[in-house]
C-alpha cells in the first residue's frame, strides 16, 4: 500500500482521537489528487470530524463525495465503510428513515471485521431512536466479530456504545464493565479523545448511582480534557449531562440558564438535528422543574414535534410528558389531560424510562381529583415500586407515591409511616453530599412528604404533631457536618485570584472605565470555585448527626425559653407556641401578607440607615413594627410575655428585623432557623481557649473608634485593621476562636449567595472563604450590611454567612438584615460587648442594647438596634 493509503487509514482513527490533526492532514492528502480509494478515506475522515463539530450538512456533502470515489475503486468494503458514516451521519441530521436504509446496505454488504464495524454504527443510531434490544443485539455481533478479527480499536468504540444502551435501559452493573474494558483499550491504543470520552460517561454512572457530586467533578474533569486536545464540539454533550445532573440536585434555576444557553449556542451553530431535539428536551426539563411551566411546554412540544419527525417514539414520548406536566402546572384538568397522563404513564414504564415513576405519580393524583379510585391506585402502586429502585435521589418519588395511595385509602397511619421511610431515603440521598449549595436544594426531594404529614397534623388541630414534622426536614443541611477535602491550594488561589479581579473591577467602575471583560473574567472564576466545592462528595459515616426521624421533643428540650415557630402550608402561615409546657397553634394568615410587610418593614429600616430620618419616623416605625407582628405572629404574639424566646421561622422568612416586633422588644429572643440546631449550638463544646479577634476592614465611617472602644473590653485581642485585615490573616485569626468581632461592608448576592462577602483590605471574604475554616469562631459579630441576610432555597433551607458558619461550629451570631448606619452602629456594637463581657448571651445583650436605644429620642440608634438579630443561642 502507498504511502498515502497508510496515511489516509490512519485518518480515520485520527479523526475520532485528534480532529484537528485529522482535518489538516485529510487536506493534505486531497491537495495532491490522490486515487479513488485515498481519497474517499480522506473525504470520509473531513466528514467524521465535521459531523462531530456540529456541521450536519457539510458533511453529508463531503461523504456524498466519498461515496462517489469508494465507489470509483471498485472496492465493496471501502462502499459499505462510507455507506455506514453517511448511514449515521444523516440519522443524527434527522434523516433517520434514510439513514437506517444506508446502514442497512451498509451491513449487508461486509462480514469479518468490516461487518462489526458497520454493526456498530448501525446500533449507534438505533440507541439514538430509542429501540434498545436492537442496538443490543448488534453491538453484541459486533464486538464477536471484532475480537475475533483483532480490532481493538473498533471493539473498544463497540463497548462505549454499548455502555450507552446499558446506562438507558438500568443495567448500570454491565455498563460499568463495558467502559472499564473500553477505557482499557482505548489506554493501549492510545486514543485521547475517546478517553476523554471515557471519563465524560463516567458521569452517567455516579449520576445513576446517585452520586451528584461524583458527576458533577467527571463533567468537569471531562471539559478540562476536551479543552487540552483543543475540541469544543463535545461541549453541547457536556452540558446537556450537566442540567441533568443539576436538575437531580435541584438547581433548578441554574439547570434552565445551561439549557437555553445550549440551544442558543447549538442552533447557532447548525447543529445535528438528533440532537437540537435532545437540548430542547433538555431545556424544557429544566423549565418545568424552575416552576416556568410555559417556557417548559414550548421547549417540551418543539422537542417533541422534532422527535416525531426523526422516528424516536421513546424521545417523543418522554418529551410529551414534559408537555402534559407543564399543562397541569398551569392549571389544566380537563378529562383528556387524565386520560393522556395514565396512557403516556403505561407507555415510559414500558419503555424503562427515567420518567416512568413520575408519570405513574401524576397519573394517580389526577385519577384521584377525578374520582378514579381504581386507576389511581394503579398508578400510584406503580410509582411506588420505585421507592427502592433506580438512583437514591428519586426514592422519595416513590414513597410520596406509597404515601398518597396510603392516603386515598384512608390509611393515615401508612401515610404517616410512608412520609418517615421517605425523609429517612431523602436523607441519606442528602448524606452523599458536602457543597453547602447541593445540600440545601436536596430538601426538595422532601417537601411534599412533610407537607403532606403538616395537612394531617393542621386537619386534628395536633400543634404538637405539626411542630415534629416541621422540624424533621428544616434546615437539615445544617444538620450535616460539613466534610471537605484536605488544604486546597488551587482553591485558595483561585480566590486569591478573585479578590484581585473584584478589587480590579472596583476601580474601573470608579474611574469609569469599560468593566466588561474584567466582569467575564470574575464570572469564570466564579464557575471554578462554584464547580470545585461541588465535586466534593459526604460520607454516609456520619452518624453523630440526627436524622429526620429524630427529631427533638420541644416540650421538654426548650428549658426555660417560650418557642414559636412559623410553618406556611398551602399559602397559609401558622404559629406555633411553646409555652409553659402547652403547644398550640394559632392560625395566622396569608404569607403573601407577611412577606410584604416584611418587605416594607426592611424598606423603612433601609431609608433610616441613611441618617436622614423624615417627620414623623418614629411612629411610622412603630406602626410598621405592629403591622409585622400582626402579619408574622397574629395571636401568638400574646403567649411569649417577656421571657427568653426562641423563633424559628421558615427560610423565606429569616431576614426579618424581629426586633420591631411589639411582642419580641422587652425579649431576650434569639432566632435560629431549627430547634435542633438551635440545641446543637448550646451542646457545642470548644477546645480553643478564650481568644477574641476585632477585624476592620476598609471605607468605614466610625468603626475604627468602634474598634479602639472593644479593644478596650478585651485587652488581649487580635486587632486587624489598617492594611493587616487580609484575608489569609483574618481566616487565620477567626480559626478557632472565641470570639470574634468584624465590622466591615457587606454584600449580599442573591445571584449567588456563596459569593455573599465582607469587604478586607485585600479584597471580599466570601462564604465560599468561611468554609475553608477548620472551625468558626464560636461567637461571632457582623457588624455591618446586611450580614445576617441569606437566601430562601427549597422550603426551609438558606444559603449565606449562616449556612457557612453554623455547621462549622459558631454558636451565636449578631449580623444586621438590612444596610446599617456605620458611625451609629459603632456606639452600639461597643454598649453590646460590654454587655457580653457582664455575662449577657447574646439575646439578652441585644435586648438591652435596644431598650437603650428605644429610651434615647434618636430614632436613627433605634432603627439600626432593630436591624440587627442574634441567631442562635
Known amino acids: 500500500m502507498s504511502s498515502a493509503g497508510l496515511t489516509s487509514e490512519r485518518l480515520l482513527s485520527l479523526a475520532l482521537s485528534r480532529p484537528a490533526e485529522a482535518l489538516r492532514e485529510a487536506d493534505q492528502i486531497l491537495a495532491g489528487r490522490p486515487e479513488a480509494r485515498v481519497a474517499s478515506m480522506a473525504r470520509q475522515a473531513r466528514a467524521i470530524v465535521l459531523r462531530d463539530g456540529g456541521n450536519s450538512a457539510a458533511a453529508i456533502t463531503e461523504l456524498r463525495r466519498a461515496l462517489r470515489d469508494a465507489r470509483a475503486s471498485g472496492q465493496a468494503e471501502r462502499v459499505a465503510d462510507v455507506q ?63 475480537r475475533r478479527g483483532g480490532d481493538q480499536l473498533w471493539e473498544a468504540r463497540s463497548r462505549m456504545h454499548r455502555f450507552l444502551v446499558w446506562c438507558a435501559v438500568g443495567q448500570t452493573a454491565r455498563a460499568d464493565r463495558d467502559l472499564s474494558e473500553a477505557e482499557r483499550l482505548f489506554s493501549e491504543l492510545g486514543q485521547d479523545m475517546e478517553l476523554a470520552n471515557v471519563l465524560h460517561n463516567r458521569s452517567d454512572l455516579a449520576y445513576f448511582a446517585g452520586d451528584l457530586a461524583g458527576a458533577l467533578s467527571f463533567l468537569d474533569a471531562a471539559a478540562d480534557r476536551y479543552a487540552r486536545l483543543g475540541v469544543h464540539f463535545y461541549s453541547y454533550a457536556l452540558a446537556a449531562d450537566r442540567c441533568s445532573v443539576l436538575l437531580a440536585a435541584g438547581l ?59 422516528g424516536r417514539d421513546r424521545w417523543h414520548a418522554r418529551a410529551s410528558f414534559v408537555v402534559l406536566q407543564s399543562r397541569w402546572a398551569e392549571g389544566h384538568r380537563d378529562g383528556r389531560l387524565v386520560t393522556r397522563a395514565g396512557e403516556l404513564a403505561d407507555r415510559l414504564d414500558s419503555l424503562d424510562a427515567l420518567e416512568a415513576p413520575a408519570a405513574h405519580l401524576l397519573a394517580g393524583r389526577l385519577a384521584a381529583e377525578r374520582g378514579r379510585h381504581a386507576d389511581a391506585d394503579r398508578h400510584l402502586a406503580r410509582a411506588a415500586h420505585f421507592r427502592n429502585r433506580g438512583p437514591s435521589f428519586g426514592h422519595a418519588v416513590g414513597w410520596l407515591a406509597h404515601a398518597l ?33 447541593l445540600l440545601a436544594h436536596a430538601t426538595v426531594h422532601g417537601i411534599e412528604l412533610v407537607e403532606l404529614a403538616q395537612r394531617e397534623a393542621v386537619a386534628r388541630g395536633d400543634a404538637r404533631m405539626l411542630l415534629r414534622w416541621s422540624e424533621r426536614w428544616r434546615a437539615g443541611g445544617l444538620a450535616v457536618a460539613p466534610v ?3 488544604d486546597d491550594p488551587e482553591l485558595a488561589a483561585e480566590m486569591a485570584a478573585l479578590r484581585s479581579v473584584e478589587g480590579r473591577l472596583a476601580d474601573a467602575r470608579a474611574a469609569g472605565a469599560p468593566v466588561r471583560q474584567i466582569e467575564q473574567e470574575r464570572r469564570a472564576l466564579e464557575g471554578a ?11 454516609h459515616a456520619q452518624t453523630d448527626q440526627p436524622g429526620t426521624d429524630k427529631a427533638p421533643d420541644p416540650l421538654t428540650a426548650l428549658g ?60 411610622a416605625l412603630d406602626a410598621a413594627g405592629a403591622a409585622l407582628e400582626r ?24 431576614s426579618v428585623p424581629w426586633g420591631m416586633l411589639p411582642a419580641l422588644r422587652e425579649s431576650p429572643f434569639v432566632v435560629s432557623p431549627s430547634l435542633a440546631t438551635w440545641l446543637r449550638a448550646g451542646d457545642t463544646g470548644h477546645t480553643g ?61 442573591g445571584d449567588n449567595p456563596l459569593f455573599s462577602s465582607l469587604s478586607l483590605d485585600d479584597g471580599p471574604l466570601t462564604v465560599y472563604d468561611l468554609g475553608r475554616l477548620r472551625r468558626a469562631p464560636a461567637h461571632l459579630v457582623l457588624s455591618s450590611c446586611e450580614s445576617g441576610v441569606a437566601a430562601p432555597v427549597s422550603t426551609d433551607e438558606l444559603l449565606g454567612m449562616v449556612s457557612a458558619l453554623i455547621p462549622l461550629g459558631t454558636r451565636s451570631l449578631l449580623a444586621s438584615v438590612v444596610p446599617v448606619n456605620d458611625a451609629v452602629t459603632s456606639a452600639l456594637m461597643a454598649d453590646f460587648h460590654e454587655r457580653l463581657r457582664a455575662g449577657r448571651g447574646f439575646g439578652a445583650a441585644l435586648r438591652d442594647v435596644r431598650q437603650a436605644a428605644a429610651a434615647s429620642t434618636d430614632v436613627i440608634l433605634l432603627a439600626t438596634a432593630w436591624s440587627f438579630v442574634s441567631l442562635g443561642r
Not at 111 to 120: D, I, K, P, S, T
Open 689 to 749: 481557649g478564650r481568644r477574641v479577634v476585632l477585624v476592620r476592614g476598609p471605607e468605614l465611617d466610625g468603626t475604627g473608634l468602634e474598634i479602639k472602644h472593644i479593644a478596650r473590653t478585651y485587652p488581649q485581642a487580635t486587632v486587624l485593621e489598617d492594611g493587616s485585615a487580609t484575608a489569609d490573616a483574618v481566616l487565620s485569626a477567626l480559626d478557632g476562636a472565641w470570639t470574634a468581632h468584624i465590622a466591615a461592608h457587606g454584600v449580599f448576592r
Open 405 to 437: 395511595r396510603a392516603k386515598e385509602r384512608g390509611d393515615t397511619r401508612a401515610m404517616l409511616a410512608a412520609c418517615r421511610f421517605g425523609l429517612r431515603a431523602a436523607e441519606n440521598h442528602r448524606r452523599t453530599l458536602a457543597a453547602p449549595e
Open 484 to 486: 471537605r477535602p484536605p
Open 560 to 619: 426555660e425559653h417560650t418557642l414559636v415557630t412559623l410553618t406556611f402550608l398551602d399559602g397559609i402561615l401558622y404559629a406555633t407556641t411553646v409555652a409553659a409546657g402547652r403547644a398550640r397553634t394559632h392560625l395566622v394568615g396569608p404569607l403573601a401578607t407577611a412577606v410584604r410587610e416584611v418587605e416594607l418593614a426592611r424598606f423603612a429600616l433601609r431609608r433610616l440607615a441613611r441618617g436622614r430620618p423624615p417627620a414623623g419616623a418614629g411612629p
Open 252 to 310: 433548578f434555576t441554574e439547570a434552565v440558564t445551561v439549557a437555553e444557553e445550549t440551544v442558543r449556542d447549538h442552533a447557532a451553530r447548525g447543529g445535528a438535528a438528533t440532537k437540537a431535539a435532545e437540548f430542547l428536551f433538555a431545556a424544557g426539563q429544566a423549565a418545568y422543574a424552575a416552576g416556568r411551566p410555559a417556557l417548559a411546554a414550548e421547549r417540551a412540544a418543539a422537542a417533541r414535534d422534532l422527535f416525531r419527525r426523526q
Open 84 to 146: 455506514a458514516t453517511l448511514g449515521l451521519t444523516l440519522g443524527f441530521a434527522g434523516r433517520t428513515r434514510p439513514g437506517l436504509a444506508m446502514l442497512d446496505e451498509a451491513v449487508a454488504g461486509v462480514r469479518g471485521v468490516a461487518g462489526g464495524r458497520n454493526l456498530m454504527r448501525r446500533a449507534s443510531l438505533l440507541r439514538v431512536l430509542g429501540r434498545y434490544d436492537q442496538a443490543l443485539e448488534d453491538l453484541r455481533r459486533a464486538i464477536s466479530l471484532l
Open 631 to 654: 402579619a408574622l405572629l397574629g395571636p401568638a404574639a400574646q403567649v411569649l410575655g417577656d421571657g427568653p424566646v426562641l423563633v424559628v421561622p421558615p427560610a423565606i422568612l429569616h
Open 529 to 539: 470555585i462554584r464547580a470545585r466545592t461541588r465535586r466534593v462528595s459526604g460520607t
